[in-house]
């Protein structure tokens, strides 16, 4: 639709049409209540203008109808706006239940993709057509900002959080990749490219080079290489809570309390195992902070998600 028109990206993901229709609704609403109010200002002027020195203007009492009428109207357009705006953003917001997830990790000044049958990529990004793509990202370092103007998403990437965005690529091809966020000395090189390739090209990458292991694995023998499995397996009694089938689940914790057992959660459980211990535990885990990486973090909170089974109990 914009092809030849060098002001907007093309269009080429689910959302971008809706992006566009409400960008250009707002452009459009503005330019004609700016012309509305320039147009009455000039015409008012003139017929409206004093005709002698003397001459003394009628005192006005105003006019409830005439306010009522430019209460309600604005009103109602910006009901419009905000309905139209919030159904957008929850659209934008809410990634769909079968989405496939990618690990993004912004570092200065590169790119860093992790796929979860363990292909890597460094300011590139392979996605099927016709998939919804579930991005988890976070930094090593300071904020960054994973923006892909076609496809009308762009979410800041902060260290010490996990963030997301997602969407689904409507046609083949390559699309810039930037960060939007200043974040230093090369800022403006940190881009790429999303490639956006047919189901069965995208079998063919994902199953081709490097294929090595997946993600879960390589978090899997993280796991053991840190010693995480001598005291988080289903037989470890007081040590430390079994992890089988508790991603995603809510624990109960010492204080009373209860946390969601995300992404968030294990991260800083890992960096920072005192902010919450679990109920019926001793806070006697050590900390892995500066000892396990953001790309290694996201292995073990890969592995941990496959895990099946009772939550927490021992079998
Ligand atoms: Cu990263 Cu700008």
Known sequence: ????????????????????????????????????????????????RRRSEDEQPEAIEGSKALEIFWSVVPFCITMVIFTWGASLYFQNARSPEDAMEINVVGKQWMWKIQHPEGQREINELHVPVGRPVKLIMTSEDVIHSFFVPAFRIK?????????????????????????????????????GKVVVLDPPAYERWISGEGQGES???????????????????????????????????????????????????????????????????????????GQITEEQLLELIAYVRTLEGEQGETP
Not at 17 to 29: A, N, P
Not at 155 to 178: C, I, N, Q, S
Not at 260 to 265: L, M, R, S, V
Request: hydrophobic share 40%; net charge negative.
């Open 215 to 289: 993600l879960a694995q390589l978090g899997q023998r993280r796991f053991e290489e840190l010693r995480c499995v001598n005291c988080h397996h289903p037989g470890s009694g007081d040590r430390g809570p079994s992890l089988q089938g508790i991603f995603g689940r809510e624990r109960p914790l010492d204080d009373g309390s209860t946390a969601i057992a995300d992404e968030d959660y294990f991260r800083e459980s890992v960096l920072n195992p005192r902010a919450k211990v679990v109920s019926g535990f001793q806070p006697v885990m050590p900390t892995f902070q």
């Open 1 to 48: 639709m914009w092809e030849g028109f060098p002001l907007f990206p093309e269009q080429a993901s689910t959302i971008a049409q809706g992006v566009d229709s409400l960008y250009l609704f707002l452009v459009g609403l503005t330019a004609f209540f700016s012309v509305l109010i320039f147009t009455v200002i000039f015409v008012f002027a003139i017929i409206y």
């Open 155 to 191: 979410m800041d990437v902060l260290p010490g959080r996990y963030t997301t965005a997602w969407f689904e690529a409507t046609k083949p091809g390559e699309f810039h990749l930037f960060c939007a966020e200043y974040c230093g000395n090369e800022h403006s090189k940190m881009g």
